[in-house]
């Protein structure tokens, strides 16, 4: 008997649901946990941001756990959250806390596309890392956006 077309019917996301899903994953004290989203991404998923791009579920799935180990918590606030067929865009705030230094706010946007199954199968974080990073630095942050005006304007 071939089981290959034997899938969990998923909900379909909705702003609602991505409000949801991603509120259980990001928490307040301690480690995220993904497991309750994976299902929604697509084994064919792109996943890209400011320092990589990483294909397929099992290498995404190996890039949350290297985010998770990296932190000793991390918590996200979703802000706004726009809905097009096929698309989700939404706005967010990111907080890191790592072991040895101090809580980083890095703030953000993420376009999520949809395939045909309800699953995600492009998903692209925007976000200026080093910036919001550096802000936290002190004496390092003011330099750091002198050097950037001076620059880049």
Known sequence: MDNSND????????????????GKTY???GKPDWSHLFPYYHDEIVFQDSIQVVE?????????????DRCEQLSMDI???AEAPGYFL????????????????????????IAEDNRII????YFD??????NNI?????????FMKRYFG
């Open 7 to 22: 899938r969990t019917v998923l909900e379909p996301l909705t702003v609602e649901r991505i409000r949801e899903l991603w």
């Open 27 to 29: 928490n307040k004290e």
């Open 56 to 68: 397929g579920k099992s290498d995404f799935m190996d890039l949350c756990q290297r985010l998770t």
């Open 79 to 81: 802000y706004t959250i």
């Open 90 to 113: 939404f706005d967010w705030e990111m907080v890191m806390t790592f072991r040895k230094w101090p809580s980083s706010s890095i703030y953000g946007s993420t376009k999520i596309t």
């Open 122 to 125: 492009r998903q692209r974080d």
């Open 129 to 134: 890392l080093w910036g919001d990073i550096f």
């Open 138 to 146: 002190p004496y390092f942050h003011k330099p750091y956006r002198r």
